[in-house]
């Protein structure tokens, strides 16, 4: 058999769970008001029995059985008595309100007993009520007995265990009700949630969980829910972009690369040409292909990682001064001049060889589209704010403002840049890398125009203070 | 030479073959890890070429267990993976030389012969020759002729590589590797540059060149 759907609910089953916990205690706390209350009623009765016989024994003693008698005829005669009964030697009723001794074994010490009395009113209606009595024997052997009817304190005691059985089941009506509005209201937040989240399990990753801006946990939860399904979003949309981009950037060097092969292939077939030429290409075209691919690699698994691997602390000066080495040479060759301006004491915490990829990419592209007779500069210094900054500053034509974010983006090439080789990644890397690591990438114009040159570009990779 | 490959993937392990056959070399083959185990413990080799993803038992657990056992034969570690992690548990696995896939043959068949060369210079030398070529080890000089060759640095660096790995075609990836410990790919000529300087230094004003460049390999330096 199924429960019905709101007995399988958690807050329900924590408000069952709270209720019963919530009940035990009023049940021990009503316990407790009830011993309190109830025995104390009888506990009063019982002292004010015993004062009365204490005042009835000590008038015997005072002044003998027909003093006690007339003490008790006087007193039974008063508006609110106690109950009396006087008996002498041989246990005869002398005087007193009731007729005989509810006690059935006498054994000639005080003893208490409990009985009941009937009285009839007016009207003729014959009630009986609880009561309560001692008897003593006097020192004489006669016998004394004095009782008082506790109807009313049982009448209390009864509204007691009323108003306690009431309040009991007010509680767990009332626990009940809660925990289902409870349990109704839980039920409904999550149910927007678990909309979303079918929803996206059945592949709409544009649905989105409402804030009600409550600023509740299930806001949070909602909130935590949408931020992460909008990097999902942006992650796959990069995915596809890549993917697209991809296809676009390896159909041309492999259709290039097919269409080498087989006229080398038809050429040998004819007999005729030597297809070392058409061979060498292709194994050109391969390679440029397999860098591409390399590069997609990265950047992907650097963005899914999050952060780089396995990093290290070590100089930045001395960093960089090991990449103007390896690169002074090629600025040499193409007529570029080049310095380095490396600070000392710049501790970095970085992959040691993303961060040499990456400068290496910047410096790379600076050589690249730096015409010659034009300058380039490395230089790493600690900003104001404590970051370290490696900045690779070319008089080369610079990237116009309005295309600055865009060049960073995977396979964004600028249309003058089209006949140099290169996949577009280059940015994309240092990017990823700079994430990677916390850190940021940043484009500015450079030194400016001068004559022929410029306005230049000044590629900054910025990274946290290690 | 004497090469294992150990490779799951039959028609990489194919070209494999054929090519470090067509390049000289005796080839046998193992299809996962622990039929590499059994060949490497019942033959001879001179290197090993082996696939890090394997069924059965993977090839890192294969060197680990083999260089237990003191076989130092030389390792070349194959990887679809290329992180830098992987590289690191791969070399500290006990592997000499790693190498990611997809490569260009001339790299595999490069660091095949690099690393067999490597065994046999195993004792300390303080003076490689090469031809007419000396290098003072010690003195950290370098002469050809007779006549002193002043270099940078660096470029000693370089040199000592090509003289270690003389008569054998070496990448420029394995010389970015080898002398300046970077593992990255650059997109320029970097490599380029830095030998054409070594070159002029090395064979400007002498009648016959030593440092040759390999077309679709990289260099070599010819006694």
Known sequence: MRLPRIFRTTPFRLTLLFLGLFASAASAFLAYIYVATAGEATRRTEQEITREMRSLVGAYDRAGFDAVNQSVIERAASERSFLYLLMNKDSKRVSGTIEESPVEKFTGQPTWTSFQVTDADLQGHVTRHPARGLQERLSGGEMLFVGADIGEDEAYVEKITRALQGAAALVVILGLAFGALFTRNVTRSMAGLTTVVEAVRNGDLAARARVRGTRDEFDELASGINEMLDRLERSMAGHRHAGDAIAHDLRSPLTRLRARLEAAYLDVEAGKGDPTQALAQALDDTDGVLKTFAAVLAIARLQAAGTAPDPI?????????????????????????FAAELGNDLPVRANREFLAQALANILDNAIKYTPSGGAIMLRVRRRSSGEVEFSVTDTGPGVPDADRERVVERFVRLENSRSEPGAGLGLSLVAAVAEAHGGRLELAEGPGKVGEMGPGLRVALVMPRA | MRILIVEDDLQAADAMERGLTEAGHACARAADGEEGLGAARNGEFDVMIVDRMMPKMNG?????????????????????????????????????????????????????????????????????????????????????????????????????????????????????????EYHFDPQTNVIDVHISRLRSKIDKGFDRPMLQTVRGAGYRLDA
């Open chain 1, 313 to 337: 602390v070590f100089d930045a000066g001395a960093f960089a001064g090991d990449m103007a080495e390896l690169y002074e040479p090629l600025c040499e060759d193409k007529g570029l001049d």
């Open chain 2, 60 to 180: 890192v657990q294969l060197i680990e267990t083999l260089r237990r056992e003191g076989d130092q034969t030389p390792v070349l570690f194959l990887s679809a993976l290329g992180e830098v992690g992987d590289r690191v548990a791969g070399l500290q696995a006990g592997g000499d030389d790693y190498l990611v896939k997809p490569y260009a043959f001339a790299e595999l068949i490069a660091r095949v012969e690099a690393l067999s060369r490597r065994r046999e210079t195993g004792s300390v030398q303080t003076l490689l020759k090469v031809g007419e070529l000396e290098m003072d080890l010690i003195g950290r000089t370098v002469h050809r002729q007779g006549k002193e060759i002043d270099l940078q640095p660096r470029e000693f660096q370089l040199l000592e590589f090509m003289m270690r790995h003389a008569g054998q075609s070496v990448t420029r990836t394995m010389l970015l590797e080898k002398v300046w």
